[in-house]
């Protein structure tokens, strides 16, 4: 007994790692329909695509991850057999400043790109928080005019009205980096000649200004000075402001008005004496003015200080789609769907491979958080049909069935045989069910003498299925029929049609 336990084979677990998860083929289906509208979007604005490498160098990934208390940094990484460090990357703009740094000899200037795919982060995993996620990118590279990020915008909002969330189901909200370090200068904490100075600050004054939704203004104004403990008895650390600095920031996030030109009236007021704020200023008025003379209104795009973005590498303006409607969470209790897209420019991401300043900015769509919105909203088509399977009678007539299938599958219609033990002909059918089949095709040896087949309407089945109380109700339903084997391909198109 002793020995064959020593000698007993450990399997693996079979189970998905930590943070990952399988994806099958009902959602697979929604998620590429949805990316289908959205880069028809992205096309139709001259965008065209680029793929890239799953992996790239840490090096050219740089480091923008804001968990550092993961190893690596946040993203995953091993070292290759010559010594470099590679990575999986953790968004697609990373990959996009390399490749633009590697061929802009060859590229058009501006190049506008858009890109889909997975992105992976070594974050820890939790609820809804996975670590591998899809993300859908447009950026223009190589031009600094206002006009690009207005495009941006107007194309998040036709591109959220395209998959199907109505207008006034969301807000493209807009900011700009240059007018919050306006702000901090003011303040104190940012210094243009010397960057670095106060960079540990500033950071927990974005983080804090991004968590306003979350923790309200008194939570926000606890972290930018001493710190806060939250309800579970944990302290965070807070940047450590003065009272007359935290109240500059909390009049910055304060600032949002009744319009766009009220708004940027208030924050010019705010960064006075800043050089940089007073640019920012004037690049989302600029912004306001584009977007307003192609129709944008309040109604889809506003002014918003609050919006800060968290990543490390933004320049200028910065903008986020938010969901606005309400769902229900885990304990029932109301509360906005929240942010599904973001973005901004980035001037300086390219710098890093050329030394020169390359103006860049672009959006991203978390296309996961937007599928979760459609299917809170009931706007995804669920109804993904199977293939029309052919049952075996005569395992010895496979070719006949195969020639059933290519008929079926010349002609534009998805088609299988079915290729499991065909001992059970009810078991054919569970399957045909299983697979959301519309249509059975049946035929047995006396089918094929006569030059006949039968076919099950599958889909019709199951609607009258439901009101029928007794084999004989069913047996005088049109469900299943028989026709003339050369009718095959034109008689199932009429049961899928019929079916919807």
Do not use: H
């Not at 289906?29 to 992205?42: A, F, H, P, S, V």
């Not at 584009?290 to 968290?310: E, N």
Request: charged share 30%; net charge neutral.
């Amino acid at each position: 007994m002793a020995k064959n336990k020593k000698n007993k084979v450990k399997r693996p677990r079979a189970a998905a790692p930590r943070g990952f998860r399988d994806y099958f083929g009902a959602e697979v289906l929604e998620r590429n329909r949805m990316l289908g509208q959205i880069t028809d979007i992205y096309q139709a604005y001259g965008f065209d695509p680029l793929e890239t490498p799953a992996v790239e160098t840490v090096e050219a990934l740089g480091k923008f991850l804001p968990d550092v208390d993961r190893p690596n940094e946040g993203v995953f990484a091993w070292q290759d057999e010559d010594d470099a460090w590679m990575a999986l990357r953790y968004d697609l703009t990373a990959p996009l400043a390399r490749v633009y740094a590697q061929f802009r000899n060859d590229l058009p200037s501006p190049y506008r790109r858009y890109a889909v795919g997975p992105v992976w982060r070594n974050e820890k995993a939790g609820p809804g928080r996975f670590r591998q996620f899809y993300q859908c990118d447009a950026d223009t590279v190589g031009t600094p005019t206002m006009a690009a990020d207005a495009e941006i915008c107007a194309m998040l909002s036709d591109t959220l009205e395209a998959v199907g969330i109505a207008r006034g189901d969301y807000i493209v909200r807009v900011n700009n980096r240059k007018v919050l370090n306006g702000v901090m200068q003011v303040a104190g904490i940012f210094d243009p000649s010397e960057p670095s100075k106060f960079e540990a600050e500033r950071g927990i004054v974005l983080r804090a200004i991004d968590k306003l939704d979350r923790l309200g203004p008194q939570g926000v104004r606890a972290l930018l000075g001493e710190g806060r403990k939250d309800d579970s008895g944990d302290f965070t650390g807070g940047a450590g402001l003065a009272d007359e600095q935290a109240e500059i920031v909390m009049g910055f996030m304060e600032a949002k008005r009744d319009s766009g030109a009220a708004t940027c009236a208030r924050l010019r007021e705010l960064v006075r004496g800043s050089d940089i704020g007073l640019a920012g200023v004037q690049e989302l008025e600029t912004i306001a003015e584009l977007t307003d003379a192609q129709g944008y209104g309040a109604d889809r795009l506003v002014i918003d200080p609050s919006v800060v973005r968290g990543l490390g590498y933004y320049t200028g303006p910065v903008y986020e789609a938010e969901l606005t409607f309400e769902i229900l969470d885990k304990k029932g209790r109301k509360r906005q769907f929240g942010s599904v897209a973001g973005g901004g420019r980035y001037d300086d991401l390219v710098k890093r491979f050329t030394g020169q300043e390359v103006p860049a900015t672009g959006i991203s769509i978390g296309v996961d958080r937007l599928l979760a919105a459609l299917r809170e909203k009931g706007r995804l088509d669920n109804s993904s049909t199977g293939p029309v399977v052919v049952t075996v009678m005569d395992r010895d007539r496979m070719a006949d069935y195969q020639t059933m299938v290519a008929e079926l599958r010349n002609a534009g219609i998805r088609a299988e045989v079915y290729l499991g033990n065909p001992k059970n002909f009810g078991n054919q059918l569970k399957y045909a069910d299983a697979r959301n089949s519309p249509v059975a095709v049946i035929e047995g040896g006396n089918e094929k003498d006569a030059g006949v087949v039968q076919i099950k309407d599958l889909a019709l089945g199951k609607v009258l299925a439901a009101g029928i109380t007794s084999n004989e109700e069913w047996k005088s339903q049109p469900a299943q029929m028989e026709i003339k084997r050369s009718d095959l391909v034109a008689e199932v198109k009429k049961m899928i049609n019929r079916a919807g």
